[in-house]
């Protein structure tokens, strides 16, 4: 299964395949044989053809995952979609904040930006790039090793708060 999100191109491209595809539930007909698959929920039989999965457990888990095809496709492309609304929403949540008071949730607003715009070389905390050149102890180089910069690791030492625990703590 991949790991990297879906550009919006592929999202398109499988919003216009479900909707060309035969609508659902897929259930087998054996009034046209014994691998014919149709929609049987209309006045009309909408078929969707001969599919033999074969015999066995996987067979059958096989004929479970295309015969639920048509509705989880449908079911996880209005989630994603209400995802993006909701991303959307935050976006411009965290923006009218920003303007309001001049200072924003830099790192919630990179957790709901593009992944892809983070460099991979960056402090794992603010996502901000390292810069080596900038070496002062609370600055942007790299901190020793760990995955986070001078400055994020020195916030966190600066804390007086006796219980207190974050992710360079931890």
């Known amino acids: ?22 609508s659902g539930p897929w259930e087998p007909y054996p009034d046209y044989g014994p691998y014919f698959h149709a929609n049987t929920s209309g006045e009309y039989l909408r078929g969707v053809g001969d599919i033999n999965f074969g015999v066995g457990e996987q067979a ?3 004929e479970t995952f295309v015969r639920h095809a048509r509705q989880d496709v449908d079911a996880l492309l209005a989630y994603v979609a209400r995802l993006q609304q909701q991303r959307k929403f935050l976006l411009d949540q965290l923006a009218k904040r920003d303007a309001e008071s001049g200072r924003g949730d830099k790192a919630l607003r990179e957790f709901l930006t593009d992944p892809d715009t983070v460099p991979a070389e960056a402090c794992g905390k603010c996502k901000q790039p390292f810069d080596d050149a900038d070496a002062r102890f609370d600055g942007k180089a790299q901190k020793a090793g760990t995955p986070y910069c001078r400055r994020c690791v020195d916030l966190c030492h600066d804390n007086e708060i006796a219980d207190h625990r974050c992710v360079i703590c931890a």
Do not use: K, V, W, Y
């Open 1 to 22: 299964m991949p790991d990297t999100p879906l550009t919006d191109q592929q999202l398109t491209d499988i919003e216009q395949r479900a909707r060309a595809a035969t």
């Open 60 to 62: 059958e888990a096989d």
